[in-house]
């Protein structure tokens, strides 16, 4: 992960890379740090533990029309200003996103040679192998760097008395901005959100070199290679939180907004998706985390209108498991940022064994977006918190419209509306209901274990993960029947168990789970759009009542209520739910 950018011109050069890493941040935000080549040639840096904030004081005197930048989320050396990037060697500064997986044996020639290394990182070694490399000629010396790496990068690189910014490429994204008399290098767009007309995106194992004037492009050979440029649309994510206190909630604010977007953008694309799925007998659902949770979903709706069979995997797991492809296999690859790392080689696995890829997701330029054979938009807008909560209803929705288009060929006006109904629903389980309680019960627990049956399982599992990621109180989703198989034995009165239920004909079952949870003098909740199980369970345990959605669309009310609870349990807690410890929002490295 993290997030990277270069700037050469006639600005200030410091200032407009500390505006974009800014907007980098949601890519990792333990440490921070710049590079600036100043008019003589030389190269001031400046680094801190912490958040890109805290570089603003330590600019103000920086001048220079050169500079790169990085914010930080650590693979390799723990957070610390030692382990920040920029990393110099002699001339040469760096800065990396990805990780070099050969970085050992690559700094034990340097050892052995008694050189010291100021870091714990793997990308040091990088700044001493260009440095070693250099011999006046800073893209040359960068190629025969990147000829000896093992991993993925995305590198830039700067030298004394050199004017120019040298880059390259390999699994990790770059986009360059074409400026006037100045030009720009990002690890991914917003950075260069209004700053440019021009971008592109660099291949795998792409080199550049980037000066005032002009940009050069080369590919894994050094041939001059030109790539597609585009309209810079990048915009950046408005920083306003509405008057809303964290992201989070005005983010769950905006799930009914995401629904109805998305829903809306769907009939566009109906035609080329229904193309390339044509004809597949087996359908595999790829994500991670929530994006996972989403798949899970998805599969149920394809089995259940299509009847075809299907996978939902961690795309994690799949990559490395020589799954069994055939040209009549559809995967359906589900990402909020296009950019997650196991995701992406997931899909390109998938893609090259010939399936026909889908990308379902919120960013229409990402890497997923690139390598697939078709996009289905998740229209989220911009999520700015850490944790996913639009994106998530935005992806459900878009599974239910690929699950249904395929069963029925098309989508019909019907359908259409049934799902233009659910926003008015959220919005109105946002204003009404009322989790403090089960969110204060939650965050003096020990333990709060998330059950459901089917479709309410996915969303328990959801649920589980949003409250550990935001509050770091321990737990765990499981289907409401496996409870007694093991978990069960976890259960006191420190525990809390919220059960979910909104499929009618399971309650029953999972009814069953909860008695038991309350018979062993643990906590229990009820999340569900029954009246009747509602009454059921008032006064012996926290009952949530949720607007009925009907057994398909559930998951989209559903939940609303777990992302509550997670936001509430952790201002309870004093988190800082938008930016969760040791957490990033794009997870761009294996
Ligand atoms: O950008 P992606 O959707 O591919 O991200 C996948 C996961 O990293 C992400 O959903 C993560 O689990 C969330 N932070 C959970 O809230």
Known sequence: MCGIMGYIGGKNAAENVLEGLKRLEYRGYDSAGIAVLDNKGTISVVKRQGRVIKLEPLIKNLQGGAAIGHTRWAT???????????????????????????????????TDEDETFF?????????KLINKNYNGNLLCALYKTVCVLKGSYALMAICEGVDAIAVAKCKSSVILGFGSGENYC?????ALAGKCSEICSLEDYDLALITRKSIQI???????????????????????????????????????????????????????????????????????????HAALIGKRYFE???????????????????????????????????????????????????????????????????????????????????AATKSYTGQVAALYLCALA????????????????????????????????????CAQSHGVYFIGKDLDYAVALEGSLKLKEVSYVPSEGYPAGELKHGTLALIDGNTVSVALMFDEKLSEKCSN??????????????????????????NRCSVIIMPNAGKYLSPLVSAVAVQAIAYKCAVFLGRDPDKPRNLAKSVTVE
């Open 76 to 110: 390799h050396g723990r957070p610390c200003d030692g382990n920040a990037h920029p990393h110099s060697a002699g001339r040469i500064t760096i800065v990396h996103n990805g990780i070099i997986e050969n970085y050992a044996e690559l700094k034990k020639q340097f």
């Open 119 to 127: 870091s714990e990182t793997d990308s040091e070694v990088v700044a």
């Open 186 to 190: 990002a690890s991914d767009e917003p």
């Open 218 to 292: 080369f590919d894994g050979n050094l041939n001059p290679v030109s790539r597609t440029k585009r309209p810079n649309t990048a915009v950046s994510a408005s920083l306003d939180l509405n008057g809303y206190p964290h992201y989070m909630l005005k983010e769950l604010h905006e799930v009914p907004a995401s629904i109805k977007n998305t829903v809306s953008a769907f009939p566009e694309v109906c035609g080329s998706y229904l193309k390339a799925v044509a004809g597949a007998d087996r359908i595999i659902l790829l994500g991670c985390g929530t994006a996972y």
């Open 304 to 386: 259940c209108f299509a009847r075809i069979p299907a996978e939902a995997e961690t795309s994690g797991e799949f990559r490395y498991k020589n799954p069994v492809i055939t040209k009549n296999t559809a995967v359906l690859a589900i990402s909020q940022s296009g950019e997650t790392a196991d995701t992406v080689e997931a899909a390109r696995l998938a893609s090259s064994l010939g399936a026909k890829v889908v990308a379902v997701t919120n960013a229409p330029y990402s890497r997923l977006t690139r390598i697939s054979d078709v996009s289905v938009p998740v229209e989220a807008g911009s999520e700015i918190c850490v």
């Open 406 to 441: 395929f069963a029925n060929g098309g989508i019909s006006e019907k359908e259409l509306s049934e799902l233009e109904k659910i926003p008015k629903l959220c919005k109105t389980a946002l204003n009404d209901i009322n989790v403090d309680s089960l969110a204060q019960m």
């Open 513 to 538: 789970a909860v008695e038991q949870v309350l018979s062993r003098g643990g906590k229990a909740a009820v999340i569900t759009d029954s009246e009747t199980i509602a009454n059921k369970f008032r």
